[in-house]
């Protein structure tokens, strides 16, 4: 029995591919923390966890390898913006924490899905955020923009990472910036993000139109091990997000980072 399993998949624009496959007669597994919001998606099978924590996506990766041992797709949706900085109770800085190291782990830790299609944020030509090498959990001057952008810009460098280690593997790993779509955008906003918010909310894309780029990859995933679209036309990773440098880079610190927290 193959699955989907989709993070974020109680809302937004991971709920919409939830009911999309279920209505295919996919087995679904979706992952986030609102039993409520997971009952609307009754066919759906529902991890509940909270995401921003390592010892929660560990237990998530053990009980998907476990149940569901071929995954067709992994699909990284789940976010939250906070304005104001948040540290989770393991010591990392919110945004850090639940929208790229969780992508980290899961992308590094279920065993073999064919393609995984991580929903964030890279554009053509520009860096899409800067990573604080020096202060990656945002402990100086904390912006919840920046560190939704630093987020995304390690999301970039994350595929490239994970292109290298497993390019002679099965798995094909997409980054996909779906555009403005009109969905929940989970988070605790100050007034001015939240009338930026609303405005994204009025104009954005409907949310059937904002997922068909992420179901045609998961359909037809690209031949190359690293492929990157915004919403549906490819990236060349010949630009600044994809230097190969910063991502091993980063690959080396998330996995200090995570040894630091083990002992
Ligand atoms: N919407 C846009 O305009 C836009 C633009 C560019 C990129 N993106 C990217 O597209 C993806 C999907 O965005 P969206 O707008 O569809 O999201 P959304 O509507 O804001 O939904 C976010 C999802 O994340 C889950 N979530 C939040 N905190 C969690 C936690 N601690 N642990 C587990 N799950 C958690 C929520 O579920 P629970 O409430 O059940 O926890 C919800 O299912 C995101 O990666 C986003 O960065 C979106």
Redesign the pocket.
Known sequence: MTAIVI?????????ALARTYLDRGDTVVI????PA??ATLPDAHFIR????LVA?NRRVIEEINERYPAVRALV??????RSTRFVTAEGFEGTFA??YL?RFLLSHGLDRPRVIVN???PAPGIPAGRIRWNDLMLERGYDGVAA?MQA?RANDLLGVAFARRHAAGPTRYVLI???????????EYDAATAAHVAG?KRY?AP?DD?IKPIIARVDAPPAEPLSAFLPDARISLDNPSFVPGDAGRLDDLTRRLLRSRDN
């Open positions: 993070t974020g998949g109680t809302d937004g624009m991971g709920r992952v986030g923390r609102d919001k997971a966890a909270d995401l921003s929660e990284l949706c789940a976010r939250y913006f639940l929208d969780s929903v964030s944020g939704q995304g910036n779906p555009g403005p779509v009109s969905t929940s955008f989970a988070g994204l954005g949310v904002g």
